[in-house]
């Protein structure tokens, strides 16, 4: 089993990813995303650490953009988190895949969120800035020639903090998120593709020797990286 570890599996797909896999299949798998999250992903420790000591000033409606925005349950607890600190926050959330928006569009969301099916590149081209841009399990989807372009799009759309989380590849990880998930997340395709997920993964190493400068990278429990940038 070690050695499917060994590098990036980037030629492995998962199934969220065709747009022919099974619709009630994909519609569980971004509802299942929240519990996935919440027991692994650790955006509460994120807010805390990098988003919440930078809103400051309860008059100012600070402004995050989302990448990859999947089941939408990471931008929704942030809009919690700041509420309940007293400070007021936007959220724009993207994602390239039409079956994400059409699972958005079957739920009620709050006002101060708004999806979109747009890119990165195209949100520059609009010259629009954010306080805040994030992502959770984006990195790994990259083809590596694809990472630079990203991070350069990415960093000129921040005016204050850059906060990308991603799984890190490792076999043990593979085993306890499946011990974790197996027994409980049936009829979707989340388990199967979050051991995808960590096979197409970076290794700390490989991604601290693919981040340029000022970007820093780090490793999170359990097996988890993080890319950050502060301007």
Not at 209 to 218: K, S
Not at 221 to 226: A, I
């Amino acid at each position: 089993m070690l050695s499917y570890f060994e590098k990036r599996a980037t030629h492995l797909r998962e199934s969220l990813e065709d747009p022919s896999s099974d619709w009630l299949q994909t519609l569980n798998t971004y509802r299942q995303f929240a519990l996935v999250n919440r027991l692994f992903a650790r955006w509460r420790h994120l807010y805390v650490r990098f988003l919440r000591p930078q809103m400051t000033q309860a008059s100012v409606c600070y402004t995050l953009l989302d990448i990859g925005f999947g089941g939408g349950d990471i931008p929704l607890r942030l809009l919690a988190w700041a509420a309940r600190d007293g400070r007021r926050l936007a959220i724009t959330a993207i994602d390239y895949s039409e079956r994400a928006m059409a699972a958005a569009a079957q739920r009620t969301w709050p006002s101060n969120l708004c999806f979109r099916q747009t890119s990165v590149s195209d949100l520059r081209r609009e010259d629009r800035p954010f306080d805040f841009v994030i992502s959770n399990h984006v990195l790994h989807e990259l083809p590596q020639h694809d990472l630079e372009p990203f991070l350069d799009d990415s960093a000129a759309l921040v005016r204050r903090q850059i906060v990308f989380n991603d799984v890190a590849r490792s076999a043990w990880g593979a085993v306890g998120f499946a011990l974790c998930t197996g027994p409980f997340l049936h009829r979707s395709f989340t388990v199967a593709d979050g051991i995808i997920s960590l096979r197409r993964a970076y290794t700390l190493n490989e991604l601290r020797a693919l981040a340029p400068p000022p970007w820093q990278v780090e490793s999170l429990f359990p097996s988890r990286l993080l890319l950050t940038l502060r301007k």
